[in-house]
């Protein structure tokens, strides 16, 4: 029985997360900095500012902790509203994450990256794996830092460390947490409760997404693939790319009154910075990658389970 410390357990992903490592055996110590509504999910749950380096050490070493999934995290519309705040959470989060996981003999780090570590020099087709990445959002910057402190830990001081860059994520569980991708999972809710939505970058902007079900594959398949098959520590997985416009007609297959319309805001510029498709080669030699989902089949797991969700509300 590993025991992991999961960092931003309330969160969209964390709140899937948590269950499916339980269900797999681990041991779990969730925390965050904020109550949980739902406390079964999340026991043994414990408060933890990811700024705090001698309470994240206290939890390690109270609880034996040999494994971290670090998530707690600004995301990139949030950041770029409030860029000290992400600079303190991101950059002093992962910085204290893996200098208490050094210092305490913490076997494996597993961070998460983005699709928001490349920048509007990246090859934005088919974006490869190791290629330029110069982000212009802060969160941005705090991936790419992740990523190249994860990987000085890994070879100055033997650290296992992992990340994998996710795309947009999509689930009908916690909403997401102020990203630029979130539009993809609002419109869902929006068209379900009213009909419509007005969605804030415009209709042709083709963005990397991916459904939970997948996230969590991915996440899974990384933390416990076998050190020796690795020869990178930050991997591209892949979902599918779609526009606001293709999600909407698909999504016109089950609510056919649906209506989109569009007001672009400050999202837009940071969405066209980003790839529009990645290439998850390297993750499919390395690991045995493989997404489940495509746009048809997430358009219709969202729709029936956020329509039965909301129904019962
Ligand atoms: P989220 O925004 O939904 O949740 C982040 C959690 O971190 C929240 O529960 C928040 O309360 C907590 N938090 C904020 N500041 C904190 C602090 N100082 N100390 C401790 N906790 C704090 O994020 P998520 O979607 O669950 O993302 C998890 C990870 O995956 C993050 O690293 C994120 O950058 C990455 N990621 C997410 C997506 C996505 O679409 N969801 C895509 C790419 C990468
Ligand atoms: C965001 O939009 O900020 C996140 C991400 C892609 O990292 N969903």
């Not at 020099?121 to 990445?133: A, E, F, G, L, V």
């Not at 068209?191 to 996230?215: E, N, R, W």
């Not at 594959?217 to 050190?227: D, V």
């Not at 989109?260 to 990658?289: K, M, N």
């Amino acid at each position: 029985m590993t025991t992991v410390l999961v960092t931003g357990s309330l969160g969209q992903i964390g709140t899937e997360l948590i269950p499916l490592l339980k269900s797999k055996g681990y041991t779990v110590i969730s925390t965050d900095i904020r109550e949980p509504v739902d406390k079964d999910i999340f026991d043994p749950f414990l408060m933890l500012d990811t700024r705090d380096r001698d309470a994240m050490r206290k939890i390690i070493k109270d609880h034996g902790v040999e494994m971290i999934i670090h998530n707690a995290s600004i995301l990139s519309a949030t950041g770029e509203k409030n860029p000290q705040l992400a600079l303190e959470v991101n950059m002093g989060g992962i910085q204290n994450v893996l200098e208490v996981a050094r210092q305490e003999g913490v076997k494996r780090v597993l961070s998460p990256s983005s699709i928001a570590a490349f920048g509007p020099d990246t090859p934005k087709d088919n974006t490869p794996n190791d290629t330029i990445m110069r982000p212009n959002t802060i969160y941005g910057v705090s991936k790419v830092y992740t990523e190249l402190l994860g990987e000085y830990y890994a070879h100055k001081y033997g650290l296992d460390f992992r990340t994998l860059r996710y795309p947009g994520i999509i689930s009908a569980g916690a909403q997401p947490g102020g990203g630029t991708t979130d539009w993809a999972v609002q419109i869902f809710y929006d068209a379900i409760l009213t009909g419509k939505y007005t969605c804030f970058v415009d209709h042709d902007v083709l963005m990397p997404m991916m459904s939970m079900q997948d996230c969590l594959k991915a996440t899974i398949m990384l933390l416990e693939a076998p050190e020796q098959n690795l020869k990178h520590r930050s991997f591209n997985v892949a979902g599918c790319s779609f526009t606001p416009a293709q999600l909407a007609n698909e999504l016109k297959k089950f609510i056919p009154d649906f209506q989109i319309d569009y007001a672009p805001d400050f999202r837009q510029e940071i969405a066209l910075s980003w790839p529009r498709s990645i290439d998850d080669s390297v993750a499919r030699e390395e690991w045995g990658w493989e997404p489940d989902y495509d746009l048809s089949k997430l358009t219709e797991y969202m729709y029936n389970t956020l329509k039965s969700k909301l129904d019962k509300q």
